[in-house]
Nanobody, 126 residues
Framework: QAQLRESGGGSVLAGGSLKLSCTGSEYPYTTYCMSWFRQSPGKEREAVAAIDSDGTTKYADSVKGRFTISKDKAKNTLYLQMNTLSPEDTAMYYC????????????????????WGQGTQVTVSS
């Protein structure tokens, strides 16, 4: 079973940028559907972005044009470049993977993912 670990979180001012990374051990999970989710205190976990086996991407409306999901198969690493951050982006960010190649219409459902990282905290102050 894949073991995922996020990194790159931190504290930034509004308008700033961060790049999150998600690495795994052994299992070539970047071959398959992968996503980023986030959860703020008192709120449900929500999908942020997903990337298919072939690199096709999907984004939540709230992050379109500001966030970019990508992956490096050689490094077995998933990324999330976050630009123009706002306080509303403050959350714990999680990467998730599944054994399906195509994330499909259910890419934003937590139930569709088998493996999760422990999360990395992103805090944006105004």
């Amino acid at each position: 079973q894949a073991q995922l670990r996020e990194s790159g979180g931190g504290s930034v001012l509004a308008g700033g940028s961060l790049k999150l990374s998600c690495t795994g051990s052994e299992y070539p999970y970047t071959t398959y559907c992968m996503s980023w989710f986030r959860q703020s205190p008192g709120k449900e976990r929500e999908a942020v972005a997903a990337i298919d086996s072939d690199g096709t991407t999907k984004y939540a409306d709230s992050v379109k044009g500001r966030f970019t999901i990508s992956k490096d198969k050689a490094k077995n690493t998933l990324y999330l470049q976050m630009n123009t951050l706002s306080p509303e982006d403050t959350a714990m960010y999680y990467c998730a993977s599944d054994s399906r190649l195509w994330c499909g219409g259910g890419w934003d459902s937590q139930a569709g993912y088998d493996d999760w990282g422990q999360g990395t905290q992103v805090t944006v102050s105004s």
